[in-house]
């Protein structure tokens, strides 16, 4: 199969964006406020053209229900929660009371609030101690790398049938490539990619833009 893919240079990059629903007002400002953190913080927000798609897909599903591993400042959050119905729920796992503060203003702000709860402390924690009754139509996983497949798993058995799992990163910079590069990160999201490929239980599709989407459709 040749390589159909466009390169992507600055300047494509800024045409995608722009010829997209990729902004608003505070969308923005959450940009803005990321930005001046400075360092690598920043790479921890969600692209927008990838946050503009997770509202799709959670709409396009009909999806009432969703959970979020790893909420950083609320930026794919508010994305998420805008898109659930008046009255849908969004569950966010996080660790950080810092950022998650920051996420919080975000949401009162957009009118979301109300459709969100946020857990503290660490997901797998969180995602154990929930009743096997709870069910989800949409999931994203955008955190800690070396708990990838652990996230899937926890996700995957409180997906309903139909429903989908997004998650980020896993192209991760191209390091996966690398197989002298044994971060735990790195191995994470190696072994995840190496399982969802293999997964019968779900119809994916792995994303080469930004640092890589894989979709999942639980059967």
């Known amino acids: 199969m040749p390589l159909k893919s466009i390169e992507m240079t600055e300047a494509t990059y800024r045409y995608v964006l722009e010829h997209g629903h990729n902004q608003d007002p505070i969308r923005t400002q959450i940009e803005d406020e990321n930005a001046k953190l400075g360092g690598w913080l920043p790479c921890l927000q969600t692209a927008p053209e990838q946050a503009t798609l997770l509202g799709l897909l959670v709409a396009a599903i009909g999806a009432k229900s969703a959970l979020e591993v790893g909420t950083f400042t609320g930026y794919s959050s508010l994305v998420i929660a805008r898109a659930l119905p008046a009255d849908g729920h969004l569950l966010c796992c996080d660790v950080s ?64 049938p139909n429903g989908l799992i997004v998650i980020d990163n896993v192209l991760w910079g191209g390091r996966i490539f690398d197989r002298a590069d044994q971060d735990p990160e790195t191995i994470g999201v190696r072994e995840f990619n190496d399982l969802i490929a293999k997964d019968r239980r779900v119809e994916a599709v792995m994303l080469p833009f930004a640092d890589g989407l894989t979709i999942a459709r639980k059967k």
């Open 97 to 160: 009371e810092k950022w998650t503060s920051i996420a919080k203003r975000h949401w009162e702000a957009a009118g979301v609030a109300h459709k969100i709860t946020l857990k503290l402390g660490p997901a797998l924690e969180t995602l154990k101690a929930l009743p096997a009754s709870t069910t989800f139509d949409f999931s994203f996983i955008d955190a800690n790398k070396d708990d990838y497949c652990a996230y899937y798993e926890e996700a995957l058995k409180h997906t309903r």
